[in-house]
């Protein structure tokens, strides 16, 4: 089946643009996080989405950083006044949950391509 | 607060050699511990995961990791490197039995498998 698909793949946008990145995630996962890779470096979590609910954005770098999840499936990520800081692979990952016997349990995330974000 | 440790930033082997990754590991509640692998241009991949049941792990394309709590370790290994082993590889861990807690990375270690 479709996995997570990301795009645009590349962005190079100029200091002081705004940019927005999209997420589309596998059909019916409940969960979405978004993590940024800094070259050389493993991913950090970003934000995270139950349904439409935003419970953990203490990831965010700054405050020019927003998500949004409107109607519980595709996200964006928007990054206003881009500084080279921000330059980095924005990586989207979605997974269910189980809600079973054991108590809440994290699934599997299943991660897309990213976007590799270029700020000049 | 949970983290991991990649002891190694690149590991080097021959085609046909075993291969090691190492992996520790700290974390205040009881862990899941994962390995994804990253090939270039290309997303993360599962390698496998350990979620409390049997400590020794097999994932996929004959990877495998074992974990032991007394050494705070997951490592990952495999009997005989393939060409197509060589990518970054991530150790990971995150909070079992939470719904919503991310994943930690380590730094990754870059293998390479030469010919």
């Known amino acids: 089946g479709a996995g997570v698909s990301q795009s645009p793949r590349y962005k190079v946008a100029k200091r002081g643009q705004d940019v927005a990145l999209r997420c589309d995630p596998i059909s019916g996962h409940v969960s979405l996080f978004w993590y940024q890779q800094a070259l050389g470096q493993g991913p950090e979590f970003l934000t995270y989405?139950?349904?439409?609910?935003?419970l953990d954005k203490s990831g965010l770098p700054s405050d020019r950083f927003f998500a949004e999840r409107p109607e519980g499936s595709v996200s964006t990520l928007k990054i206003q006044r881009t500084q080279q800081e921000d330059s980095a692979v924005y990586l989207c990952a979605s997974s269910d949950i189980d809600w079973g016997s054991g108590g809440l349990q994290l699934e599997t995330q299943y991660f897309g391509p990213g976007t590799r974000l270029l700020v000049l | 607060a949970q983290s991991v440790t990649q002891l190694d930033s690149h590991v080097s082997v021959s085609e046909g050699t075993p291969v090691l990754l190492r992996c520790n590991y700290s974390?205040?509640?009881?862990?899941?511990l994962f390995w994804y692998v990253q090939h270039p241009n290309k997303g993360l991949q599962l390698l496998l995961k350990y979620t409390s049941a049997a400590t020794l792990v097999k994932g996929i394309n004959g990877f495998e990791a074992e974990f032991k709590k007394s050494e705070t370790s997951f490592h990952l290994t495999k009997p005989s490197a393939h060409m197509s082993d060589a990518a970054e590889y991530f150790c990971v861990v995150s909070e079992r039995n939470s719904g919503n807690t991310p994943l930690v990375f380590g730094k990754g270690t870059r293998l390479s498998v030469i010919a």
């Open positions: 989405f139950q349904n439409e609910a935003q």
């Open positions: 974390s205040s509640y009881s862990p899941s």
